[in-house]
C-alpha cells in the first residue's frame, strides 16, 4: 500500500505556477486526460480511471479532518475493455469527474495543475513516501513555499465531493 502527503488549492491560472515549477527544475512528465468514476464505497474512496486510454482502480483512506491530508491508497493496472460497464453492475456510481492534468515532477512528488470540468482550475501536491514521512513531508514543505501555496486555503475534500456539493447548489 502506497502512502503520500496531499494538498488541493483553487488557482486562478497555472501559468505562474509553471514558472516557479521551471526555476526549482521540476520536471514536465505529461498532459494526462482523465476521466475519474467514483463508486459508493464506505471504507473509503474507490475510482476507476481512465487515463490516456488505460485503466486503472484506485482504492484510497484519507483522513480529511487533520491539518495534513495523509493518504494511503492502492492502485490496479487493469487490461481489457468495459471496465465502465462492469464495475457499473457491481457498485454504484456517485459521479464522474473529467480533467486534463498537467504533471510535473519534483523528486518524489507530483505535481498536478489541473483543468476540472465544471469546477476550474486546481494544484494538487502528492508527497510520495518512498523511505520515510519525514523525509515526503520535507519535499511537500519545500514545495509548498517556494510555490508560494497557501496551507490556510487548502480544500479538504476530493472532486468527488466537491462535485456533488456543486451539483447541489
Same mark, same amino acid.
Given at each position: ?66 491539518? /495534513? ?25 456517485? $459521479? ?17 495543475? /489541473? ?13 510520495? $513516501?518512498? /523511505? ?11 514545495? $509548498?513555499?517556494?510555490?508560494?501555496? /497557501? ?19
Amino acid at each position: 500500500m502506497g502512502k503520500n502527503l496531499e494538498i488541493k488549492l483553487r488557482v486562478n491560472s497555472h501559468q505562474q505556477l509553471v514558472n516557479k515549477l521551471k526555476e526549482i527544475d521540476a520536471s514536465f512528465t505529461n498532459v494526462l486526460e482523465q476521466k475519474d468514476i467514483y463508486y459508493a464505497y464506505n471504507k473509503g474512496l474507490l475510482k476507476l480511471r481512465k487515463v490516456n486510454g488505460e485503466y486503472e482502480l484506485i482504492k484510497y483512506v484519507r483522513d480529511e479532518s487533520g491539518a /495534513d491530508r495523509w493518504s494511503n491508497y492502492e492502485i490496479i493496472y487493469l487490461t481489457g475493455d468495459n471496465f465502465e460497464r462492469y464495475l457499473s453492475e457491481i457498485f454504484s456510481e456517485e $459521479v464522474t469527474v473529467q480533467k486534463t492534468r498537467t504533471l510535473y515532477m519534483y523528486k518524489d512528488t507530483r505535481i498536478h495543475l /489541473d483543468e476540472v470540468e465544471n469546477l476550474g482550475s486546481f494544484i494538487e501536491l502528492e508527497a510520495v $513516501v518512498v /523511505d520515510t514521512e519525514e523525509e515526503a513531508a520535507d519535499q511537500f514543505n519545500f514545495l $509548498v513555499e517556494r510555490l508560494g501555496l /497557501d496551507l490556510s486555503a487548502q480544500i479538504n475534500k476530493s472532486y468527488k465531493e466537491l462535485m456533488i456539493s456543486n451539483a447541489d447548489n
